[in-house]
């Protein structure tokens, strides 16, 4: 079939057309996202929802070049979305984490054992750190202090900022006693 008749079935809404479109792109489609996803269910959910507003949205839909382009470009943004989306989730997460880390740091509470522990474990981990990684962690974790901030005081990019403390918390992570995990769990 035709990609401008396919599009004119689809808008009219034949439901032979979107078969066909389905049938022609769905494991294509669910293929090129596995490839940057790595999980094929996720790609099926994700091909799926695609589908399925492309159908919903039938005569809005603008399509410039090609068909395939189209659905290509709506399948990658639908994965960024999906994401984005995802990452919200862990980063309220580990704010509500390093809260409870910080309160206990601050307070020092000398009478749970788990917790000096853990806290001394925290301070040789954050001893170990690069000069500049362990500069902004602190500025960050210890001082709550946010990336803008933290750039603008150094002169570095937020990017920068954003780099180096991807690092100092995966050097932490790697070196995490079991005594140190539930902070981070």
């Known amino acids: 079939m035709d990609e401008q008749q396919l599009i004119k ?5 034949e439901v ?19 490839r940057i996803s790595g999980n094929r269910n996720l790609s099926k959910d994700i091909v799926q929802e695609v589908m399925v507003r492309f159908w919903e949205k039938k005569k809005e839909v ?3 070049e090609s068909l395939k382009g189209y659905l290509i470009k709506a399948s990658h943004n639908q994965f960024l979305q999906h994401l984005r989306k995802e990452k919200k989730q862990p980063d309220l997460l580990n704010k509500i984490r390093w809260d409870t880390i910080l309160d206990s740091y601050f307070e020092r509470k000398e009478d749970d054992l788990h917790v ?10 954050i001893e ?3 000069p500049k990684c362990k ?9 709550r202090r946010k990336y803008r901030e933290i ?3 150094m002169g570095i990019s937020i990017k920068t900022v954003e780099n180096q403390m991807s690092k100092a918390l995966r050097i932490i992570r790697e070196n995490a006693s079991v005594l140190l995990l539930w902070f981070f769990l």
């Open 128 to 130: 170990m750190l690069p």
């Open 62 to 64: 603008v399509v410039r």
């Open 135 to 143: 500069e902004i962690f602190i500025m960050n974790k210890l001082e």
């Open 16 to 34: 032979e057309a979107y078969e066909y479109l389905f049938k022609e792109y769905y494991e294509w489609l669910c293929n090129y996202v596995f």
């Open 9 to 13: 079935k689809l808008r009219r809404g």
């Open 116 to 125: 000096k522990s853990a806290l001394l474990k925290l301070d040789e981990l």
């Open 151 to 153: 750039a603008q005081d």
